[in-house]
């Protein structure tokens, strides 16, 4: 079948994987370290399409799974930083599960941003937050922002 076909787009067995027929099988012909970067770029571009979907989405309270994977941690890290951190404190319905509105969604961000991007220890972190010692997440989206046109100019610059 066709790009252009109507139907499910057949799939091949590559290198050991399935590998979609037509626009990947463009890929497949590159030097290797080219098409890694290719992909990469692809990767990022479709993690920011899918946080600006999330955005939109009108959803009052969000599963502890959909958070993680939302930010990229196990279920168990979120139960550890409810415990850890006294502000952040998410409701709870009926069965005793965590609903995490936006607001919990993004104090679990900034608590992400300064154990994993910054390196701050549990301690140093709480110090942080209640110091109100943030990091603005304004500042956060413009510097996000700037890395994609940075790596889309150097993919023209190929």
Known sequence: MEDGATGPIPRQKQGGRAVRCGQLRLLLTLPRQVREKKLTFL?????????????????????????????????????????????????????????????????????????????????????????????PAAKEEVIERLLAVRQRLQDLLK
């Open 43 to 135: 990767a990022q571009m479709h993690r920011n399409m899918a946080k600006e979907e999330r955005d939109d989405d009108l959803k009052l309270y969000y599963s502890i799974g959909e958070v993680a994977e939302r930010l990229g941690v196990n279920a168990s890290q979120i139960r550890f930083w409810d415990k850890e951190f006294p502000h952040l404190k998410p409701s709870k319905n009926s069965r005793g599960e965590r609903r995490f509105t936006k607001e919990n969604i993004r104090q679990l961000e900034e608590i992400h941003h300064l154990l994993k991007d910054r390196g701050f220890t549990i301690e140093g972190a709480r110090k942080a937050i209640t110091n109100g010692k943030k990091t």
